[in-house]
């Protein structure tokens, strides 16, 4: 019986994981889909395109599903029509959380995000209730064989960029989000394709949670996650190391 209980255990996490893999895919497709409808069909002349494609080829998506995915979008047969909607709120511990959504149905979405609040000890709160507590930035990121730190920090200053943090992990620049194409492109033409390149919520202040908040919270934020019309979820915590840690024994 251990046998058959582990065989079902790893069936169980190739499961989940094919589950989530699905989801991230869906919503890649969403964001190529938008950014096809509002720009030009090619990537090299529509920035937010651009990225979108970047980031499923990040998540390994097969060229051919990126493609089937802009000529549908660009295509003038119908298909779904999102919308961009951003949803505010508060979440156990009175943790900041926002919400990028693209939805074909609002009532829907706005349905199933008040409910995950709702059943996670939080509450859906009205438009820039918590907004105030984030800022908009662009992201690059690279690994740490592109470049020595201070050759990535003189290269990210001419580039027009704010920041730059370099560390074992990689290189992180930060910019204004209305300069983020134009610093991923001249860093990008420097030192090749970044690890990743997106606009970000980050913020200003943050919430230290305990062990048992810590769990609320990451329910909250998986259940958000786990719809198909949430693209991105931001929220302003911080987990010690040692409670990390106890969560993930």
């Known amino acids: 019986m251990a046998g058959h209980s582990q065989f079902k255990n790893i069936m169980h996490r190739k499961g989940a994981q094919d589950a989530r893999r699905a989801r991230q895919f869906a919503k890649l497709i969403r964001e190529i889909t938008v950014s096809a409808r509002q720009g030009l069909a090619d990537p ?17 998506m097969p060229r051919d599903t990126v493609e089937r995915a802009i000529r549908k979008a660009t295509g003038g047969a119908g298909g ?54 984030f800022a908009r930035l662009g992201v690059v990121r690279y690994r740490p064989a592109a470049a020595d730190a201070d050759t990535m920090l003189e290269a990210a200053i001419e580039a027009g960029a704010d920041n730059v943090e370099s560390g074992p992990e990689g290189h992180e620049i930060t910019c204004a989000a209305e300069d983020f194409f134009a610093v991923r492109d001249a860093l990008e033409a420097r030192f090749g394709e970044p690890e990743e390149a997106r606009l970000d919520w980050r913020p200003s202040t943050t919430v230290t949670l305990d062990e048992a908040q810590a769990a609320g919270v990451m329910k909250l934020l998986d259940a958000l996650e786990d719809s198909d019309d949430v693209q991105n979820v931001y929220a302003n915590f911080e987990i010690p190391e040692a409670v990390l840690a106890r969560l993930s024994a």
């Open 44 to 60: 090299a002349f529509n920035p937010r395109l651009r990225a979108a494609v970047a980031a499923a080829r990040q998540a390994n």
């Open 80 to 133: 779904d029509d999102y919308a961009e909607v951003r949803y505010e709120g508060y979440g156990p511990a009175g943790v900041a959380v926002m919400i990028e959504a693209l939805t074909d149905n609002r009532n829907r979405t706005a349905s199933d995000i008040r409910t995950a609040f709702a059943k996670h000890g939080g509450a859906l709160g009205e438009t820039n209730s918590v907004s105030f507590l």
